[in-house]
């Protein structure tokens, strides 16, 4: 399975992210998150695959959410409504998203790109 990298184009951590894998040879398929967002389904499972809370999957530092004061309704949203909410539009979507086989990382750290792929 080729990995899939979700991002937006524009996004500076998501072309250093590209930069990264392009540098290590790692093959990916591309995919700009607000073109094609990612459906409920798909963010479930890579939730559970992530291992990470459900939080670490919104782009806390975007306009959007500050916009929808998401920081104070989160809290009392069930999981549920949070992904039918992410599904709504990639721009709350953090990226990138890097889906492999058996792991699923969120943002960009060299570290963790090395551990799972290198």
Not at 46 to 54: D, F, I, N, Q, Y
Not at 90 to 112: H, S
Request: glycine share 6%; charged share 35%.
């Amino acid at each position: 399975m080729k990995n899939l990298f979700v991002e937006y184009p524009k996004c500076t951590t998501c072309k250093k992210a590209a930069k990264w894998l392009n540098d290590h040879g790692v093959e990916f398929e591309d995919r700009h998150i607000v073109e094609d967002n990612p459906d409920v389904e798909e963010l479930k499972k890579w939730h559970e695959k992530s291992g990470l809370p459900l939080k670490r999957f919104f782009n806390t530092s975007g306009q959007l959410y500050r916009q929808q004061c998401l920081k104070d309704k989160l809290p009392t949203m069930s999981e549920e409504e949070q992904y039918a909410l992410l599904a709504t539009n990639g721009m709350l979507v953090k990226r990138p998203i890097l889906v492999g086989e058996d792991f699923v990382l969120v943002g960009f750290k060299e570290k963790d790109y090395e551990e799972k792929l290198l």
